[in-house]
């Protein structure tokens, strides 16, 4: 089962106890999953949990006793729902001309959560948050969207505008702006769900992060002390090793046993032991040397080079 899925399913299951509170729910999620027809309603959501409690909050706040005396024929294009005539004008008069909800059905704390609660979960898709963090509400008019807006806004759930398939959204990509939106819902479970993937990602990107760090400490490593010993081959071929002082010629005798080794695990094998930046000054007294021993080396090359050219 999908996030998304899951998040339906906690938010199907939520009842709340008013009728004002359902009459709130049912007529966000009217907005968004369904359209009026001549003598009834068409459901036009795929979700099974978007449907059941769409029926269930249309017996309760619609009055009307048992759905199943109207028949719930299936389409093509959704489940269509017969409604009596006078049911039917009821529901048309929770919503203005630009498709919003009447004042009166959010015009308290409770009735706002309900509508949200009925907007996410009509309409709200979420990424697994395993993977990435990602939700957004589709709407069908830009008005609808600014009624959302507005009421996300009083209780600082941040989400930021954007367009689905051309219609008018509002999405996040914030671990925080979700699991605020999922809590307003009184989505508890799928809040809990979201804070142990968070927890879970972040605990391993720490241990990548570590074994990033700790692989590229290896591998400069391992590039320094191949340069080091190339350094250190080139005095002693040359016999410049020979001419340095005891401590260099005793650093560069350690470096060559021990060419894996870090530079505080070299100062503890010189006698008598030297810290890390003791070690890294000889290291580079001796590169220093191999420097002037190439250049040296190359002068006499140039030199003799310009003697040949004069006795030609």
């Given amino acids: 089962m999908s996030f998304t899925e899951e998040v339906r399913a906690e938010l199907g299951k939520t009842m709340a106890p008013s009728t004002l509170e359902q009459e709130s729910e049912l007529g966000a ?21 978007v449907r059941t409690k769409c ?5 309760k706040a619609s009055k009307i006793s048992n759905m199943r005396d109207f ?12 409604l009596p ?10 919503f203005r001309k630009d498709g919003t909800l009447v004042p009166s059905l959010v015009g308290s704390g409770k009735q706002e959560k309900a509508y949200v ?7 709200g898709t979420f990424a697994d948050p395993a993977k990435e963090y990602f939700t957004e509400l589709t709407f069908r008019s830009i008005p609808q969207r600014s009624q959302m807006e507005e009421i996300l806004s009083r209780y600082s759930v941040d989400l930021r505008e954007g367009t689905h398939h051309r219609l008018p ?8 702006a979700i699991a605020d939106l999922l809590a307003l819902c009184g989505a508890g479970e799928s809040v809990l769900a979201l804070e142990n993937a968070r927890v879970l990602r972040q605990f391993r990107g720490n241990i990548n992060r570590q074994v990033n760090c700790e692989t590229a400490n290896i591998a400069k490593t391992v590039s320094a002390s ?4 190339e350094d ?43 810290g890390k930046s003791g070690v890294n000054h000889r290291l580079r007294r001796l590169s220093e040397a191999a420097d002037r021993a190439r250049n040296q080396g190359r002068n006499e090359e140039t030199t003799v080079d310009a003697g040949n050219m004069e006795e030609q």
């Fill in 29 to 49: 999620l009217l907005c968004c999953t369904a359209r009026f027809e001549n003598d009834g309603l068409l459901v036009t959501s795929d979700s099974p949990a």
């Fill in 55 to 59: 029926f269930t909050l249309l017996e």
């Fill in 71 to 82: 028949g719930l024929p299936e389409g093509e294009d959704g489940v269509f729902v017969r």
């Fill in 85 to 94: 005539g006078r049911d039917l004008l009821r529901l048309r008069g929770w």
């Fill in 117 to 123: 609660r009925g907007m996410v979960l009509g309409t």
């Fill in 169 to 176: 959204s509002l999405y996040a990509r914030d671990a925080q």
């Fill in 226 to 229: 191949r340069k080091q010993i």
């Fill in 232 to 274: 250190i081959d080139y005095l002693a071929d040359h016999g410049v090793l020979e001419t340095l002082p005891e401590p260099l010629q005793e650093m560069a005798r350690v470096r060559r046993d021990h060419p894996d080794a870090s530079l505080p695990e070299l100062g503890s094998l010189l006698d008598p032991p030297v």
